[in-house]
Each structure stands twice: as structure tokens, then as C-alpha cells.
């Protein structure tokens, strides 16, 4: 258990140290340095290791082209975009949303069936995000509001439908078409952020960092505990738990994220975050005890 509550204090501190990166550069240039040093990273570890495969198949390039463009490319630059101007706590809060929205894909595309106690879940769910979205700072008015939801807030809400989008592609090249994640993440990780990388040469310039030391050594921090750490524990706490336990337990991540936000970013937490944890707890809750019901009883 105390890997579990490791894993989601690594994952949270991934918003604070973004919130700080983003005082020394652009929120393109950003996802597009992390994303292809990641990447690199991961494609060396599956080209070196002797058990691992190297290849893809043409046939599935519009596959890997989805994640590339859903789950890294538009979803990560929504997601620092929004970053720039909210709280890293109020982010990492709306990131709850990703089991909702990854069980809703999966009505539609692979047929799972809605039960009561889901439907319970996701209402309780998505009404208890209403507390915390009624916290617009002036800084996101400035940017425009569409009803009581600010622009950088929908940013945010798009960025989790794209991520949990992605999921659904990465489960049909992994468990359907046999690639390994590794492989998955590593290819679309390097040609999203090549693209980002791209962008941001066309609209802030070669190189827009203003404190390069202090920068790559942020950076390094991120993608080390983000794109190796967390990767690798995720992967081996699947080997003891159960991936509807592990996301459930995805509800740490924002208390995390408050306590980290509080302490380096002197974010305020107000009674908004409690109101709204309240629900969405008790609306994951009713969620995964539907999932751990219907595990049982197809258990033989």
C-alpha cells in the first residue's frame, strides 16, 4: 500500500513542478522538450532489452497516430495552456474525471454494460466538480468564460476526454494488437513531442527558455519521476493490485497536489476543494464498487 500512496505523491508533483517550469518557458515548448526526451528514453530501454520487440506495423500507424496527436500532442498543450493560469491543485483535481470519461468510451466502443450503480457514480461524479469549478480565478476570466466554466478550465476538461481517449487506442494496440506499452509510449511520446517541438520553433522561437539551468534541472526531475519512476511503478503495482483498485486510488493524487501546491506554490485551498473531493469521492466510490462486483462474479 505504501507503493500506491508513493506512486500517486510522484504523479502529483508533476502539476507543481510544471506550474514552476512554466515561469521559464512557453506551455508548447514544454510538452514538446518533455515529451520527446521521455520518449527517446523509452524507445532506448525497449531497443536495448533483449526481451522486448522493436517493430510496428504499417497497417496500425492510424492507431499510434491517434495517441500521438489525442494523448500527447493536443492533450498535453491544453493541459499546460490551462496549467499557466490555474492552480496546480484545481488541475489535478479535474484529472478525477479520467475514469469517468475512460468507462464512458467504453460504453460506446466496446459495449460494457451501464449499471445503476455506475450511472449513481458518474452523476455524484461529475456534480461534485461543480464546487470546484465556481472557484474561477481573475486571472482565468481574463481569458473567458463559456457559462460559470472558464476557458482554461474546458481546456483541462478536453484535455481528460483526449487522455482517457487515448487510453482506449493504447488498450486496443496492447491487448489487442500485442505491442508492448513500452514501445507504445516511446514512439508516440517522441513523434508528439516532435510536433509540439515544431509548433513552438513557428510560434515562440528556437529556444524560449529564460533560466536554462534552472529549467533542464526541473525538466529532468519531471521526466525522470513522470516518464520513468511512475511508468515502471504503475507497471509493477498491476502485478499485485487490480487496475480498477490502482485507479481508484487515483484519488490521492489531488490531495497530494493541494499539500504540494500549498507548500512550494502558495496556492490556497478553500472549502470548495473539500465540498467537491466529498462528492467525487463518494461518486468513485459507488463506481469502482460496481466494477469490483461485476470482477467477482465473472470470476470462475
Not at 518533455?34 to 517493430?55: C, D, E, H, T, V
Amino acid at each position: 500500500m505504501s507503493l500506491i500512496i508513493l506512486l500517486y505523491a510522484l504523479f502529483a508533483s508533476s502539476f507543481s513542478m510544471g506550474k514552476i517550469l512554466l515561469r521559464y518557458t512557453t506551455p508548447i515548448f514544454l510538452v514538446g522538450s518533455r515529451m520527446l526526451a521521455g520518449g527517446l528514453i523509452l524507445l532506448a530501454y525497449q531497443y536495448l532489452s533483449p526481451k522486448q520487440n522493436f517493430y510496428f506495423k504499417k497497417k496500425h500507424i492510424w492507431l499510434f497516430a491517434q495517441i500521438v496527436l489525442f494523448g500527447v500532442y493536443f492533450n498535453y498543450i491544453l493541459r499546460f495552456w490551462a496549467l499557466n493560469s490555474m492552480t496546480s491543485t484545481k488541475t489535478c483535481f479535474l484529472y478525477n474525471l479520467a475514469p469517468f470519461m475512460s468507462y464512458i468510451y467504453s460504453y460506446f466502443f466496446f459495449k460494457e454494460k451501464m449499471t445503476r450503480g455506475k450511472f449513481a457514480g458518474l452523476l455524484i461524479g461529475f456534480i461534485g466538480l461543480i464546487p470546484i469549478l465556481l472557484t474561477t480565478s481573475s486571472t482565468e476570466q481574463i481569458l473567458g468564460e463559456i457559462t460559470f466554466i472558464s476557458l482554461p478550465e474546458f481546456a483541462v476538461i478536453v484535455s481528460v476526454a483526449l487522455h482517457a481517449y487515448s487510453w482506449v487506442v493504447m488498450r486496443k494496440l496492447v491487448r489487442d494488437k500485442n505491442y508492448s506499452p513500452t514501445l507504445v509510449n516511446g514512439l508516440t511520446m517522441t513523434a508528439g513531442g516532435g510536433l509540439a517541438l515544431l509548433t513552438s520553433f513557428f510560434t515562440g522561437g528556437i529556444f524560449p527558455v529564460t533560466n536554462v539551468a534552472q529549467f533542464s534541472g526541473l525538466l529532468a526531475m519531471v521526466i525522470l519521476i513522470s516518464n520513468i519512476i511512475c511508468f515502471n511503478l504503475y507497471g509493477s503495482l498491476l502485478r499485485k493490485y487490480s487496475a480498477t483498485f490502482l485507479s481508484f486510488a487515483g484519488f490521492l493524487g489531488p490531495l497530494f497536489a493541494a499539500l504540494y501546491g500549498w507548500a512550494l506554490l502558495g496556492e490556497k485551498i478553500t472549502w470548495h476543494f473539500y465540498a467537491s473531493s466529498i462528492l467525487v469521492f463518494i461518486g468513485l466510490f459507488l463506481f469502482y464498487r460496481e466494477e469490483i462486483k461485476e470482477e467477482a462474479s465473472i470470476e470462475p
